[in-house]
């Protein structure tokens, strides 16, 4: 007979349940109790499960207000700017020392980029001073 700990045990509708401390092999000695048990468990959960299944949850619908103007020509600034350099999201972001999702919530205008976003951005693009510079006035209006 061996001693088993605790552990979490995947149901067959892929809920989980967990499984007291037991002995395996406790059949074969004469104790079914822990069979029992953990049958108990998974019916168990497939009952709780089955029951949370028939809540309905509410639907979220997320809005957000519009872009400000200069925001707006600051993120189809930077989009441009990425799509004539021919830099992906991740390109430009491991070139620029941010992630991918940085970039990608920049370009929607999820994430108003700090003056080093910019900075690191135009680097990465390979931008002249003066666009660099209009992109730095584009940032600094935005609210």
């Known amino acids: 007979m061996t001693q088993v700990r605790g552990h979490w045990r995947r149901n067959a509708n892929g809920t989980l349940s967990w499984v007291r401390a037991h002995s395996r092999g406790a059949a ?3 104790g079914a109790g822990g069979i029992l048990l953990v049958i108990g468990l998974f019916v168990w959960g497939g009952i709780s499960n ?3 299944n028939d809540v309905r949850q509410p639907q979220v619908t997320v809005t957000r207000s519009p872009l400000s103007p200069a925001h707006a020509q600051l993120v ?3 989009r441009a700017a990425r799509q004539r350099s021919g830099l992906s999201l991740e390109g430009a972001g491991r070139r620029a020392g941010v ?3 940085e970039v990608s919530d920049i370009e929607t205008g999820l994430l108003v ?3 080093d976003d910019v900075t690191g951005l135009s ?3 390979q931008l002249s001073p003066d666009e660099w510079t209009s992109l730095v006035i584009l940032q600094s209006s935005v609210h």
Do not use: C, H
């Open 113 to 115: 980029p700090t003056p």
């Open 99 to 101: 992630s991918a999702k």
């Open 76 to 78: 189809e600034a930077l």
């Open 123 to 125: 680097n990465a693009y």
């Open 28 to 30: 074969a000695a004469g």
């Open 50 to 52: 089955s029951a949370s």
